[in-house]
């Protein structure tokens, strides 16, 4: 999956262990971990056999996040629960090093995947779901255009505590309207000298679904 930032490709734990590993080094404090299954990886030989391992599976779906610029992958996202039948599909296991949180290249790479579920493979629903907890996804779901749908009580127990999970969803009847807001976010122009957006996604989305 192609972009003008990123670039989204299947996980390769030759390629792109070394890279991760030191990206996700740049968080100290784990904090990046907290809402994931995993805990922080100390030590590369670790963190490599899980990288394998994740490789080698088909749902979840791993993917690396390529920045452009420096040919290096900075966070990951997979592709889960994978329902061909019904068309639904969800993305999760975000990880997004400090290299990448809050650039234009992350919110690229999310509407990269959509555009895959959507425009390539014909999906009716995609999905996002989230411990109840975690602030930040769900405010990251919110922005990216995807609904809340309500609360799971009691859904997970992970990390020996249990977890309410938020859900969230896009269905295909408004991906036309969402894949012309993030086009127009993506734009060049919309950025200043020193890559500052000029017009948020949330509001171009706003203006995507009010009435003409």
């Known amino acids: 999956m192609l972009g003008r930032l990123c670039r989204v490709e ?29 805990e922080p990886f100390v030590e590369f030989t670790r963190y490599r056999a899980w990288l394998e391992s994740v490789a080698a599976g088909e749902d979840p779906l791993f993917h690396a996040i390529v920045e452009g610029a420096s040919g290096k992958p900075v966070g990951v996202a997979a592709f ?82 249990n977890r309410d999970t938020a859900w969230f969803s896009i269905i295909d009847g408004e991906w036309p309207a969402l894949k012309r807001a993030y086009q127009e976010w993506l734009l060049p122009t919309n950025f200043d000298a020193e890559g500052r957006q000029r017009v948020g996604l949330a509001q171009l989305i706003d203006r995507s679904r009010s009435p003409a």
């Open 80 to 161: 889960m629960r994978i329902d061909r039948a019904n068309g639904v599909i969800e993305v999760g296991n975000i990880n997004y090093s400090p290299l990448l949180q809050r650039t234009p290249a992350a919110t690229e790479a999310m509407f990269l995947m959509m555009r895959r579920v959507f425009d390539e493979l014909g999906y009716r629903r995609y999905e996002w779901k989230c411990d109840a907890l975690n602030a930040p996804s769900r405010a990251a779901a919110l922005r990216l255009g995807f609904r809340y749908e309500g609360l799971f009580r009691q859904a997970v127990v992970y990390k020996g505590r």
């Open 10 to 38: 299947p996980i390769d734990a030759v390629r792109h262990a070394h890279d991760l590993f030191a990206a996700y080094g740049r968080d100290p404090t784990g904090r990046n971990w907290t809402y994931l299954a995993q």
